[in-house]
C-alpha cells in the first residue's frame, strides 16, 4: 500500500481489522473477533473458554470481559465515526489520528447472568460529531438473550 | 474447617481470597492480586505484561482491562459490605450468598492513559445497604498517577 | 376507597397519578403531565415554558429539567414494576412499600440542544426484579427529534 | 465594559455570574445561588422551599432538584477549565464560545434522602483538556450530610 496515497474507506477498514487482529494483544488474550465492520455496522464475536469465568459456581462471563467487549465495540463504532469525518488521509496521517482517540467514559448495565458458547456485540452511534461521539453496545449470547447494555463517550480526534 | 460452624471475619476473608485465586480464571489471565481484603479496605494488584495491551502504538492498558480491575476491587468491597449485615453464617451458607452478588451497573471513568509496571486499584463504599451497595474505586499506577475512576451498584443479598 | 380493601391495578395507577399530580410540588413547577401509566407503558409531557430554560442564547431546556423528567419517566416505571411483584396490597401498604422506593444512580446522554414546543419522556424496564428494577427512557420533542437518553436503577422494595 | 478589550479573568467571573443570575430562568425557579465562582473553585446553594419537593410523605428533594444543581456546579467548574485555555477573549468571543458548552453525559449517585433547611453543591475537574473537560460533584446539605455524587463529560470547546 503506497503510505502516501489517500486511503480508501475499505483500506481504512482492513487496516483497522488488521491492527486489531495482530496488535492489539488482549484482544487476542481474550479471543475477540471482529464479526463486521464497515459503515452499516460494528460486531464483534467471542466464544466462551474457561479464562472467561468470573463467577466459579455458575459458569459465567466476569463482569471485567463483558465490559471489555463493549468497549471494543463501542470504540470500532467511534473509529467509523472519526472516518465520517476525515477528510482524505493517507496512512500515516490515520494511524496519527487513530492513536489520539480514547474512551473518555463508560456505563455498562448487566441484565442477566453471562452465559452461553458466543456472545456478540454490536453498536451505534447516538450522538455524532467531529470531536466527541457517544455509541450504546449491545451483548447478546447465541441463544439471542440480551447480556448487557453499555454506553460510551469518545474522543474521536 | 467444619462446614456447620459459623465463620469467623478472618475464615470469610481467607476463603474469598483463596476462591479468587484459585477458582475464577479471568483474574489469572490477567494477574490480578488481591494486596489487601480487611474491613480496613481493599486493594488489587495488577503487573504491566503485553497481553493486557490495548493500544499498540503507546504500549497502554486496554479500556477493558481497567473496566475489569475496578469492577472486580468494588466487587469485593461489595463483599465486605455484606459480610458487615450478615448474620453468623457458616461456609455452605456463605457461599449461597456469595453465589448470588452480582454487579447492576458499573461508570468508569478514564484519566489518563495507563502506562506503569504496576496497576493499582482500590475501592470504598459509598452508599451501605443489607440488598444494594455502591461504591467507588480508583486505578493508580505505581507512579501515583492517576489512571481512572470507577463507580458501580451491586446487589448484595 | 377502603383502605383494608385490596387495590385492583386501576385503582393503584390511579392513586400513584393523583399523588404525582397534588402532592409531588415539582412536577408542578416544571408543569410536568403524566399522559400515559398503564401496564403497557409511561409517558410525561412537558409543555415548554421559559422558566425551564437553561441556555439563554439558544432558548433551549437546562440539563436539569432533561434528568429531571427522565427521572421522573423511569421512577413511575419501576413503580409499575414493583405493583408486578406485589401480593394484594390495601392503599395504607402501598404507600408504605412506594415511600421506600428511591432512585440509586442515573446516567443521562444528551444528544442534541433541548428546542421545542413539548417534550415527550418515556421508559422501559431493561432488569427486572422485586428488590432493584433499571429503566431505560428516552426525552423527544413534538417534532419527533431525539434530545436525550436516560438509564437509572432503582431500589423497588 | 469595552467589548473588544480582552475581558480579565475577574471580569469574565463577573459576566458568567451575571448571565446565571438574570438570564437563567430555571436557576431562579429553583433558587439556585452562586456562592463562590473562582480558580480555587465553584460553591451553589440552593435553599429549600417546598417547591422542591419530590416525596410527599418523606419532605425530601426530588431527584430531578439534585441532578440539575449537581449539573450546573459541574458546568460552572467546566467553564473555568474553559478560561485556563483561552487565549485573550473578548466579551463576545467568550460569549460565542460558552454558547458552543454544553454537558455530553451525566452520572447521580443518590446516597441519602435529600433532606434539609439548604443545600451546597461543589465540583472540581478530574478530566483537563481543551475540548473536553470531565467532572466530579457533591452535594452536602447544611447539616454536612452527603447527599449525593455526580461524575458528567462536558464540551468545553
Known amino acids: 500500500m503506497d503510505q502516501d496515497k489517500a486511503l480508501t474507506a475499505e483500506e481504512l477498514q482492513n487496516h483497522v481489522a488488521a491492527v486489531f487482529r495482530d496488535h492489539m494483544p488482549f484482544n487476542q488474550l481474550l479471543g475477540m473477533k471482529i464479526s463486521q465492520f464497515d459503515q452499516s455496522g460494528v460486531e464483534i464475536r467471542l466464544p ?16 471485567g470481559v463483558t465490559a471489555a467487549i463493549l468497549d471494543t465495540a463501542g470504540g470500532l463504532m467511534a473509529i467509523l465515526e472519526a472516518v465520517r469525518h ?7 496521517e490515520f494511524q496519527k489520528k487513530i492513536s489520539r482517540m480514547s474512551t473518555i467514559d ?14 456478540i456485540a454490536t453498536a451505534k452511534v ?14 447478546h449470547n447465541d441463544a439471542g438473550e440480551h447480556i448487557a447494555f453499555g454506553t460510551a463517550t469518545y474522543m474521536v480526534s
Open 48 to 63: 466462551w473458554h474457561d479464562g472467561l469465568m468470573g463467577n466459579p459456581i455458575q459458569k459465567i462471563l466476569h463482569g
Open 86 to 92: 476525515m477528510p482524505q488521509v493517507n496512512l500515516v
Open 106 to 119: 463508560m456505563r455498562v448495565d448487566y441484565l442477566r447472568p453471562g452465559k452461553g458458547e458466543e456472545f
Open 126 to 139: 447516538i450522538r455524532k460529531g467531529s470531536r466527541v461521539a457517544v455509541c450504546r453496545m449491545e451483548l
